[in-house]
């Protein structure tokens, strides 16, 4: 430090060389259309909070990262109580990255990715959906006094539930007969993967306390929209989970966020076999499933809605998912539209639009 202003000596000179620009991975042109399809999509459900992601599936870059409200231009002059103070920080979060959600069935991707790395077979056992006492449809399991009920719409049982089925459908009953049929340490381990919370605190005798509640993505499950992309991605690249990066260029400066990412390195979550399995069940929750407002888009949207319930409010709307099915460069992506009900109603418009965008600049193919 004695000699850090004397330019003279060679190591300080080498440092005053070293170049000093930040390349950020956020594409302007995209973000700009991610922001005007996520305040669109929520001002005109009358909601108010939301959040989107957009992961380039190759590299981990990403490629849009957008929060709904942000800061309006303009300085208001007049001091804020400390209770208004706290509100307007509390709505101006970056809920891309730090919201935390129940994923409600979008968090059985990773449940779904549980189970195929526990046993490929698995995909092919069979739980049942029945008509419950009370008119809906679901399933009692064991060691809990009160059914695990599928959504409202559900009007109709689902039988005998496979993997697929299952995914397509969005079947709670045979997600929550599949977690306890796996246990909690394979949800845990997958969860590890993306820094998921799937439990409070993460160990096994807490998951086991919720178990089957936590296999369609409520309980203490947590999740952020950020987290949510990268299960997406990871099922759309082979497998493989790549370390999050906010920067383009390795000679920059890190930033937090890199700094973290950098220290991680390419880990397999599915074989490839297992990743085209679910991508394609993915797939068809789009063309004949949960997902079907989306089928007739121009790009081949591959994905999974989620509908999260909360205690004190309407329900979340999730959407999370990759594009184009079948392509040699994707996008991967997260959409959650807050107290909005329906995924497919609410969230799932606004990926479509996030892929057109994505499509109209040239980054899908």
Same mark, same amino acid.
């Given at each position: 430090?004695?000699?850090?202003?004397? /330019?003279?000596?060679?190591?300080?000179?080498?440092?005053?060389?070293?170049?000093?620009?930040?390349?950020?991975?956020? !594409?302007? *042109?995209? %973000?700009?259309?991610?922001?005007?399809?996520?305040?669109?999509?929520?001002?005109?459900?009358?909601?108010?909070?939301?959040?989107?992601?957009?992961?380039?599936?190759?590299?981990?870059?990403?490629?849009?990262?957008? =929060?709904?409200?942000?800061?309006?231009?303009?300085? !208001?002059?007049?001091?804020?109580?400390?209770?208004?103070?706290? #509100?307007?920080?509390?709505?101006?979060?970056? *809920?891309?990255?730090?919201?935390?959600?129940?994923?409600?069935?979008?968090?059985?991707?990773?449940?779904?990715? $549980?189970?195929?790395? =526990?046993?490929?077979?698995? %995909?092919?056992?069979?739980?049942?959906?029945?008509?419950?006492?009370?008119?809906?449809?679901?399933?009692?399991?064991?060691?809990?006094?009160?059914?695990?009920?599928?959504?409202?719409?559900?009007?109709?049982?689902?039988?005998?539930?496979?993997?697929?089925?299952?995914?397509?459908?969005?079947?709670?009953?045979?997600?929550?007969?599949?977690?306890?049929?796996?246990?909690? &340490?394979?949800?845990?381990?997958?969860?590890?993967?993306?820094?998921?919370?799937?439990?409070?605190?993460?160990?096994?005798?807490?998951?086991? *306390?919720?178990?089957?509640?936590?296999?369609?993505?409520?309980?203490?499950?947590?999740? /952020?929209?950020?987290?949510?992309?990268?299960?997406?991605?990871?099922?759309?690249?082979?497998?493989?989970?790549?370390?999050? %990066?906010?920067?383009?260029?390795?000679?920059?400066?890190?930033? #937090?966020?890199?700094?973290? /990412? $950098?220290?991680?390195? &390419?880990?397999?979550?599915? /074989?490839?076999?297992?990743?085209?399995?679910?991508?394609?069940?993915?797939?068809?929750?789009?063309?004949?499933?949960?997902?079907?407002?989306?089928? $007739?888009?121009?790009?081949?949207?591959?994905?999974?809605?989620?509908?999260?319930?909360?205690?004190?409010?309407?329900?979340?709307?999730?959407?999370?998912?990759?594009?184009?099915?079948?392509?040699?460069?994707? @996008?991967?992506?997260?959409? @959650?539209?807050?107290?909005?009900?329906?995924?497919?109603?609410?969230?799932?418009? @606004?990926?479509? #639009?996030?892929?057109?965008?994505?499509?109209?600049?040239?980054?899908?193919?």
């Amino acid at each position: 430090m004695r000699h850090g202003f004397d /330019s003279s000596r060679s190591g300080v000179s080498t440092l005053l060389a070293r170049p000093r620009d930040l390349r950020s991975s956020i !594409d302007a *042109r995209l %973000q700009v259309r991610v922001a005007s399809a996520l305040r669109t999509g929520i001002t005109r459900g009358g909601h108010t909070r939301g959040a989107a992601v957009v992961i380039d599936v190759d590299s981990g870059e990403v490629l849009a990262s957008v =929060s709904y409200p942000w800061p309006t231009t303009g300085i !208001d002059k007049t001091p804020a109580s400390p209770v208004d103070s706290e #509100e307007a920080a509390e709505a101006l979060l970056d *809920r891309a990255r730090y919201g935390l959600y129940p994923p409600g069935s979008t968090f059985k991707l990773l449940v779904a990715g $549980a189970a195929l790395r =526990s046993s490929p077979a698995v %995909q092919n056992q069979t739980f049942a959906c029945v008509r419950l006492p009370d008119g809906r449809v679901g399933n009692f399991v064991r060691g809990w006094p009160r059914p695990v009920r599928d959504d409202p719409m559900d009007t109709a049982p689902h039988g005998d539930v496979n993997l697929r089925h299952g995914l397509v459908v969005s079947c709670n009953a045979y997600f929550a007969q599949l977690a306890l049929r796996l246990g909690p &340490q394979p949800i845990l381990d997958a969860a590890s993967f993306f820094q998921i919370e799937a439990a409070r605190p993460a160990t096994a005798s807490a998951l086991q *306390r919720t178990l089957p509640h936590a296999g369609y993505g409520q309980a203490d499950v947590l999740v /952020s929209p950020l987290k949510m992309a990268r299960v997406a991605a990871a099922i759309a690249g082979h497998g493989i989970v790549q370390p999050v %990066q906010w920067t383009i260029d390795p000679a920059a400066p890190s930033d #937090e966020p890199q700094q973290r /990412s $950098a220290q991680l390195s &390419q880990v397999r979550f599915l /074989s490839d076999a297992d990743a085209g399995t679910l991508g394609r069940y993915m797939r068809e929750a789009v063309t004949s499933g949960t997902g079907r407002t989306l089928t $007739a888009n121009a790009t081949a949207i591959a994905g999974k809605t989620g509908t999260a319930e909360v205690d004190d409010g309407r329900a979340h709307s999730w959407f999370a998912g990759f594009a184009p099915f079948g392509g040699t460069r994707r @996008i991967a992506f997260a959409v @959650i539209v807050e107290n909005a009900g329906y995924g497919a109603r609410a969230a799932a418009p @606004i990926a479509g #639009e996030i892929v057109d965008a994505a499509r109209d600049l040239g980054l899908l193919k």
